[in-house]
């Protein structure tokens, strides 16, 4: 099992930037594909990007591409999402997920199908 928490959100400007931290527990982070996700007030949650166990492969969600950078350092336990040129849309409480390499490959982790979340982290851009 793994544990996650987020960390790194705040309130912005429009156009500024904002990195989010999600740290690991346990000595097997390394063996997780890991994910961004947000949940915007009232509505669902929704894919932000993803990256495999060693972080070959990358995926965004066409809202956030050209802007937003998932990135990990396994010496660290750590997966990270940077924002830049961040909208009021961008908007959300900010989810870290795990999961497989077979889930991020056959794309049920960027579906949201994990069983390790972590609390979440608000981030608010202001016009």
């Known amino acids: 099992q793994v544990q996650l928490v987020e960390s790194g959100g705040g309130l912005v400007q429009a156009g500024g930037s904002l990195r989010l931290s999600c740290a690991a527990s346990g000595p097997t982070f390394s063996t997780y594909a890991m994910g961004w996700f947000r949940q915007a007030a009232g509505k669902e949650r929704e894919f932000v990007a993803t990256?495999?166990?060693?972080?070959?492969?990358?995926d965004y969600a066409d809202s956030v591409m050209g802007r937003f950078t998932i990135s990990r350092d396994n010496t660290k336990n750590t997966v990270y999402l940077q924002m830049n040129s961040l909208k009021p849309s961008d908007t959300a409480v900010y989810y870290c997920?795990?999961?497989?390499?077979?889930?991020?490959?056959?794309?049920?982790?960027?579906?949201?199908?994990?069983?390790?979340w972590g609390q979440g982290t608000q981030v608010t851009v202001s016009s």
């Open positions: 990256i495999s166990r060693t972080g070959t492969r990358r």
């Open positions: 997920a795990a999961g497989s390499d077979a889930q991020y490959y056959n794309g049920s982790l960027r579906r949201g199908s994990s069983d390790y």
